[in-house]
């Protein structure tokens, strides 16, 4: 995961208003995805107004202009109970999907320093979602390794990328 992310980084370039023709913007409709899930389209208000969204946008527009992806999703919202949908389903919001063939590795974006759930999140939407080889990865702007090295074990334990 960890170098995949170094490949799309590399690449380089202009990112500065690609969010349009990347679709980052785009439908308010829902669209259907593997295992019941859906990616709902947000509006350019209500994504400003999360704090922390540029820390999606930016990792999937690097990672949708690179070309090493097949395919590359943010804020996939997935509903446990699959398409019929009520207001008591389970529901979670998975960051960042990017695929490559058949495998697949789930992103959870945390601007401030990650938790124990947050790690634990991930790792249980992964397996419950991404099959057998997926891999999950929390990518974060705090230095975990150095200020949290307890949860940086865990997340190695628990088989969870911490990019940092």
């Known amino acids: 995961m960890r170098a995949a992310f170094s490949q799309v980084g590399a690449t380089g370039g202009?990112?500065?208003?690609?969010?349009?023709?990347?679709?980052?913007?785009?439908?308010?409709y829902e669209r259907d995805f593997v295992g019941g899930a859906a990616r709902r389209g947000r509006g350019l208000r209500?994504?400003?107004?999360?704090?922390?969204?540029?820390l999606e946008l930016y990792p999937y527009t690097l990672a949708r202009s690179s070309g090493f992806f097949t395919d590359v999703q943010v804020s996939v919202i997935v509903d446990w109970n699959g398409p019929a949908r009520s207001k008591y389903d389970t529901v979670n919001e998975i960051d960042l999907i990017l695929?490559?063939?058949?495998?697949?590795?789930?992103?959870?974006?945390?601007?401030?320093?990650?938790?124990?759930?947050?790690?634990n999140e991930i790792r249980t939407l992964t397996d419950r979602f991404g099959g057998r080889y997926a891999c999950a990865a929390l990518l974060t702007?705090?230095?975990?390794?150095k200020?949290?090295?307890?949860?940086?074990?865990?997340?190695?334990n628990l088989g969870v990328e911490i990019i940092e």
């Open 147 to 156: 200020r949290a090295p307890g949860l940086y074990r865990r997340a190695a």
């Open 14 to 28: 202009n990112q500065r208003g690609n969010l349009a023709g990347a679709d980052v913007l785009g439908d308010p």
């Open 99 to 119: 695929t490559r063939g058949t495998r697949a590795a789930f992103v959870s974006c945390k601007t401030g320093m990650p938790t124990p759930f947050a790690l």
């Open 46 to 54: 209500d994504a400003l107004a999360d704090v922390g969204i540029w």
């Open 141 to 145: 702007t705090r230095d975990v390794s």
